[in-house]
């Protein structure tokens, strides 16, 4: 919580009876604003933000030290890597999903002469190419976009928790550069064939598009 306000007035908001004192372990910092309204809740956040950048930095910690202790602790209630991820995903084991914000891969729909919809997760390079089927027939491209907005957009739908991290952190920095920049928590144990490199992955179920 950033509390926020003119002259003394959130200071003694603070010390009152009005104030539910329950709330000030999560004051994160007091800021002296000009402004009221929507004009001082952005100046409010613009002042904050070193303070604010620092919570996300704990809980991005926070996040990626649950994922390596469960793999430390081999409990196989954790998946990484683009295809076991989506996998996983498409089985309806993860719980939460941990993606690197700037990740490189590209969700493609695409829809073959017979209207067969299949879904495949790219790189960028893979994704800028003309798709064929075996007897060479064009492939239609119906829907192409960067994976994390697609979680972004859909998180809730697939009913699981999403956290978007960086690399300025430690944790975040090796998440991204030794487990592919995504991965995620599961509901439950499951085999999976963990591999770091970042291969296509195809799904035919259409109500997972």
């Known amino acids: ?12 908001l603070q010390k009152s009876d009005l104030f539910d004192q329950r709330l000030l372990p999560i004051i994160i910092k007091t800021v002296d604003i000009a402004y009221g309204g929507e004009n001082g809740f952005n100046q409010a956040i613009e002042l904050a933000s070193d303070a604010l950048r620092n919570v996300k930095f704990i809980h991005e910690r926070k996040i990626i030290g649950q994922f390596f202790e469960e793999v430390s602790k081999d409990t196989g209630r954790y998946v990484f890597g683009v295809k076991d991820t989506m996998e996983a995903l498409e089985y309806g084991s993860v719980q939460v999903i941990i993606i690197f914000e700037n990740l490189e891969h590209v969700r493609v729909t695409l829809k073959d002469v017979d209207n067969n919809v299949t879904v495949k997760v790219l790189k960028p390079e893979e994704a800028n190419v003309k798709f064929k089927d075996s007897t060479g027939a064009e492939i239609e491209v119906i829907d192409k976009i960067p994976l994390t907005e697609w979680f972004m957009e859909n998180y809730k739908r697939l009913g699981v928790n999403m956290e978007i991290i960086t690399d300025k952190s430690s944790e975040g920095s090796q998440f991204t550069k030794g487990f592919g920049g995504i991965g995620g928590l ?23 598009i």
């Open 186 to 208: 599961l509901r439950y144990k499951m085999e999976m064939n963990n591999e770091l490199d970042a291969e296509e992955n195809a799904f035919n179920d259409e109500d997972f």
């Open 1 to 12: 919580m950033v509390l926020a306000g003119s002259a003394e007035f959130k200071n003694e």
